[in-house]
Each structure stands twice: as structure tokens, then as C-alpha cells.
């Protein structure tokens, strides 16, 4: 479990930084706007069909091979960004490979990592704080990766290294990362499913499964509609907040979000998973709704400050739910066909959101992130009511 959290944490801080740099070093190769947002897309799209593949496929083989092989291929992303410099070689890694240029965890290693983390515990009061653990490392070392984005432009100005050499040096540093990720699970000792392999990679908890995808995606497009970018640009023409407060109120968000997941297994034991992801987000989509007609800035600032310390709850909860409801052998699946339509359901948000307040509705991404996300968790309560207790200590 330990090399898994290090894994995490060693990938998130990749993750950030690259998704900071990709754009900027995509434009210093002369590609255009439209190269570098279709290369975006191509990374994504990469990793969802990679993600839908490995759950069609990973219940046949061991996570054994599936995870070295995934940091071997991470390490190959990075030796090949760094070296070409053409666009269709460059879009040719961007979807094969791992590159990932958004804030959250969309790579084939997610669902790989989530499945040994659920053999490993099996005790759901252990399950959730280790997902609890897995979360925190991942959102701390990405905020981390972010600031160290900043390190190319420090050598080319204080050392004269020249702009692009230290871009390429960033994304040959990825490849090390996977490096040293697949030494990790190379030494790892992988626990085995106490049941066999499934003759398909869903059977028994396919209706659970459908169900929970669907459910999910509602969640991630009304989240997709408020995405920082978004939220920023509502502080910056609603309020009028300068650029040096909206990074400090950024920044205290993230701590607020990263703390509260170690909070998830303590309230988990108390009232079970269910009721922790319902409970705990119900009250931060109220605050959401409330900053938008908060009169000023302040205010504003400290409802969603108050949601930051409530909505990310739910992230080890969830994932401990999903690894809870399935069957042993069909958890990667499982993870793998309820991660991808939530991110593709949530890179459908921002332009929705964008031309909301485009047309003048400052308030709407608000208002329609909190509703739907209200309906979300009113429905995922009446859809696993039986699955109440989950979680849950026994007094």
C-alpha cells in the first residue's frame, strides 16, 4: 500500500506541473492554438479509450504486469515529448501516452491502483482511509507540482538556459518519474483476489455499475460548469476581486479541500459511505448557491471557502463505495467504466458554463452547479438507500 501512495503522490506531482507547462511548451515549438488545444484533447481522449480498454480488458490479467507496464509507458511519454518537436508525432504520444492536462486523475493508473488498494483492505472502515490517504496525496502533490512550473522560467532567467531546453528538461523529468514509478511496482508485492477472474469484465454488478456511471457523470458536468477557470473569472467581473486575492483565495480553497479528506473516514464510521458523500455535499452545494447572491466579495469568498471544507469529502468516500459494491474481481472495471464517462461528462461543463456568463448570467454556472449537484446526490441516496450502512463502525 505504502509504494501506491508514493506512486500517487510521485505521478500528481508530475501531473501538475505538466499541465501547466504543456500549452506553454507546445507554443514555444511553434505550434498554434489549434494544435495545442487539439493536443489537449488528444491526451484526454487517449486516456478514456485507454481506461475503457484496460476495464474491457484487466480482469484477465495481474496488476502485477498492468502497473509496471503503465509507469514503463509513462516514462516513454516523457522521453518522447521532450524529443520531438512536429506536430503529428507529438499527437501521436499525446494519445497513446499519459500526459494529462487537466486537474484530476483521468490515466489508466487510477483504476489499476483504486483495485489492489480494495484487495488490499478489507475491513470498509480501513478502505475508506486509505482512500482517504490515496486522495490527500494526490491533490497535496499536485498543488505542489503547480508552484514547480515555475522552475523553467527561473533557469532561463537566472541561469540563461535557453526557454525550450528547459521546457524539454520538464518533460524528460516526467519520464524519470515514470522511472521511478515502475521501480516501485516492480519491488511491490501485489495482493490477489481471493475470488477467480470473471469471464467478462462486468457480470453480477453491471446494473450497479451502469447505474453508479450515470449518476457520476451528472456530477462531474455540474462540477465541469465551475471549474476554477470559471469560478475565477465570476470572482474577477462579479466582484471585482484582484488577481492577488483570487490566488490566495485558490490556494486556502485547496487546503481547505485537501484537509477535509482526511476527515471523510471519521464521519464515514459514523454514518457510512452513502450518507457521506449525500450529507457532506448537500450543505457545500447550499453555500455555492448562496455566494451567488452574496452582495459582496467577502461574503462571497467566505461561502465558498465553507463549500471548499465540505465538497471534496466525498471523493474517498466514493471510491471506496464503488470498491464496496462490486464484486473483488470486477473493482478495476468497475473504476475504469465510471471514471471515463465522468470525465468526458465533465469536459462538456466549462464552455456551458463559460456562455452562461458570456450572455450576462453571472450567476447561473452557480445556481446550475449547485441544483444539479443537489439533484445528484438526492438521486444516488434513493438509488443505494439499501446500501445505507455501508462504511459504517458498529458502536
Excluded at 379 to 393: D, E, I, Q
Aim: glycine share 10%; aromatic share 8%.
Amino acid at each position: 500500500m505504502e509504494r501506491i501512495l508514493v506512486a500517487r503522490a510521485l505521478r500528481a506531482f508530475a501531473d501538475g506541473y505538466v499541465a501547466v507547462l504543456l500549452p506553454l511548451y507546445l507554443q514555444a515549438l511553434g505550434q498554434g492554438s489549434f494544435a495545442t488545444g487539439f493536443l489537449s484533447s488528444a491526451t484526454l481522449a487517449g486516456s478514456a479509450a485507454a481506461t475503457i480498454a484496460l476495464g474491457a480488458l484487466a480482469h484477465r490479467l495481474p496488476r502485477s504486469r498492468l502497473l509496471p507496464g503503465a509507469a514503463l509507458l509513462m516514462a516513454a511519454t516523457g522521453a518522447g515529448f521532450a524529443l520531438a518537436s512536429d506536430f503529428w508525432p507529438l499527437l501521436a504520444i499525446a494519445f497513446v501516452g499519459t500526459l494529462n492536462p487537466s486537474s484530476g486523475d483521468v490515466s489508466v493508473f487510477l483504476p489499476l491502483e483504486h483495485g489492489e488498494l480494495a484487495a488490499e483492505s478489507h475491513d470498509p472502515a480501513q478502505r475508506t482511509r486509505i482512500f482517504a490517504r490515496y486522495a490527500l496525496a494526490g491533490s497535496l502533490f499536485a498543488s505542489v507540482g503547480g508552484l514547480f512550473a515555475a522552475v523553467p522560467d527561473l533557469l532561463s532567467r537566472g541561469t540563461g538556459v535557453d526557454p525550450l531546453l528547459a521546457l524539454r528538461a520538464m518533460f524528460a523529468l516526467y519520464g524519470l518519474i515514470g522511472l521511478a514509478v515502475w521501480l516501485l511496482y516492480r519491488g511491490a508485492h501485489f495482493a490477489r483476489d481471493a475470488a477467480p477472474a470473471p469471464a467478462t469484465p462486468l457480470g453480477p454488478s453491471r446494473p450497479v455499475v451502469v447505474r453508479l456511471a450515470l449518476l457520476f457523470s451528472v456530477d462531474s458536468f455540474a462540477g465541469g460548469m465551475l471549474v476554477n477557470s470559471i469560478l475565477a473569472l465570476w470572482l474577477f467581473q462579479r466582484h471585482g476581486v484582484s488577481l492577488g486575492t483570487a490566488a490566495a483565495f485558490f490556494f486556502a480553497s485547496g487546503l481547505l479541500a485537501t484537509a477535509s479528506m482526511l476527515l471523510a473516514p471519521r464521519i464515514a464510521a459514523r454514518i457510512g459511505l452513502l450518507h457521506t458523500m449525500v450529507f457532506t455535499h448537500i450543505p457545500a452545494s447550499l453555500f455555492l448557491i448562496g455566494a451567488a447572491f452574496a452582495p459582496g466579495a467577502d461574503l462571497a469568498m467566505g461561502l465558498l471557502l465553507a463549500r471548499s471544507a465540505l465538497s471534496s469529502m466525498d471523493v474517498p468516500a466514493r471510491s471506496a463505495f464503488v470498491m464496496s459494491v462490486v464484486t473483488a474481481p470486477e473493482r478495476i472495471a468497475a473504476a475504469s467504466f465510471t471514471a471515463v464517462p465522468r470525465s468526458l461528462a465533465s469536459a462538456a461543463g466549462p464552455s456551458i458554463g463559460g456562455a452562461l456568463m458570456g450572455v450576462g448570467w453571472m450567476a447561473a454556472p452557480l445556481l446550475a452547479c449547485g441544483g444539479l449537484k443537489i439533484g445528484y446526490d438526492l438521486a444516488l441516496l434513493v438509488a443505494f438507500r439499501r446500501h445505507a450502512r455501508m462504511g459504517k463502525v458498529s458502536p
